[in-house]
Nanobody
């Protein structure tokens, strides 16, 4: 059974930084795209950043230039470095990955809270 475990969330002041990590574990044959999504109270879940199994990345306009997504394929881990955080970045952040065991399937982490406040 595959699991995604996120870590690194917390409370940070505006202008501060956080680094989120998400490690996939289980009977994994391969991992295709990985990404980070977020959901603020009263809002729909939105994509923050995605990365292919290579190095191609995409970012939401609201985080371009401030957030960086990366992955370590040897560790089945995806990261999200968040700099210059703003109060509007406050949300629950979810890790997502397309993982092949016997077939490809979409997996989600349990979410980690990021709060940006003074």
């Amino acid at each position: 059974q595959v699991q995604l475990m996120e870590s690194g969330g917390g409370l940070v002041q505006p202008g501060g930084s956080l680094r989120l990590s998400c490690a996939a574990s289980g009977s994994i044959a391969s991992i295709d795209a990985m990404g980070w999504y977020r959901q603020a109270p009263g809002k729909q879940r939105e994509v923050v950043a995605t990365i292919t199994d290579g190095t191609s990345t995409n970012y939401a306009d609201s985080v371009k230039g401030r957030f960086t997504i990366s992955r370590d394929n040897a560790k089945n881990t995806v990261y999200l470095q968040m700099n210059s955080l703003k109060p509007e970045d406050t949300a629950v952040y979810y890790c997502n990955a397309v993982i092949t065991t016997g077939w490809a399937k979409d997996y989600w982490g349990q979410g980690t809270q990021v709060t940006v406040s003074s």
